[in-house]
T-cell receptor, first 111, second 114 residues
Framework: DAKTTQPNSMESNEEEPVHLPCNHS???????IHWYRQLPSQGPEYVIH???SNVNNRMASLAIAEDRKSSTLILHRATLRDAAVYYC????????????FGKGTRLSVIA | DAGVTQSPTHLIKTRGQQVTLRCSPK?????VSWYQQALGQGPQFIFQ???????QRGNFPDRFSGHQFPNYSSELNVNALLLGDSALYLC?????????????FGEGSWLTVV
């Protein structure tokens, strides 16, 4: 399985933008890049995913490097409710592929 | 639209006992996967069910078994419980899918083995 590397933890001030990095140097040309987050005492929650182009949704933006070896999840204005563990996951290009979670990045948001 | 629902939310079992956890997938979803999450770790894939059959399996012993019903709901059974089985058990649902679709997780069932 292709692996991802994320910082163990990051800290942000409330209402500031947050950039969460992910390295995936062994990504194949057809792997999707997914981001999930897990709030305390909850199941993982889908945030965003992309393949090659940058993606935006109501929760976040995903910036994918041109060589696809890294990506960045961008939270435009962090709130206290964004404090969670964020997982960057590569999905193999076939249906029903199980997600392979690493340890993720624990984001703390300071009021 | 109800999301993924799991029951029970918390339970305590004694070593050697058996446990059954239940999951109802998100409406319209036909594939159910189970994950185990130990404290401080990311979720680990146990197995996946589609069309009432186990389709894929992670690195878990045969003590872990499951079932999917015609209405797509699913059960996870763990026999001969060990202390190390204490974890959060997550159910995830999806459509029989091509790559890139969204997977939805339930809130999980917290299992403590004493």
């Amino acid at each position: 399985d292709a692996k991802t590397t994320q910082p163990n933890s990051m800290e942000s001030n409330e209402e500031e933008p947050v950039h969460l990095p992910c390295n995936h140097s062994t990504i194949s040309g057809t792997d999707y890049i997914h981001w999930y987050r897990q709030l305390p005492s909850q199941g993982p929650e889908y945030v965003i995913h992309g393949l090659t182009s940058n993606v935006n949704n109501r929760m976040a933006s995903l910036a994918i490097a041109e060589d696809r070896k890294s990506s960045t999840l961008i939270l435009h204005r962090a709130t206290l409710r964004d404090a969670a563990v964020y997982y960057c996951i590569l999905e193999l290009p076939r249906g029903n592929t199980p997600l392979v979670f690493g340890k993720g990045t624990r984001l703390s948001v300071i009021a | 639209d109800a999301g993924v629902t799991q029951s029970p939310t918390h339970l305590i079992k004694t070593r050697g006992q058996q446990v059954t956890l239940r999951c109802s997938p998100k409406s319209g979803h036909d594939t159910v996967s189970w994950y185990q999450q130990a404290l401080g770790q990311g979720p680990q894939f146990i197995f996946q069910y589609y069309e009432e059959e186990e389709r894929q399996r992670g690195n878990f012993p045969d003590r872990f078994s499951g079932h999917q019903f015609p209405n797509y709901s699913s059960e996870l059974n763990v026999n001969a419980l060990l202390l190390g089985d204490s974890a959060l058990y997550l159910c995830a649902s999806s459509l029989t899918r091509v790559a890139g679709n969204t997977i939805y997780f339930g809130e999980g069932s917290w299992l403590t083995v004493v």
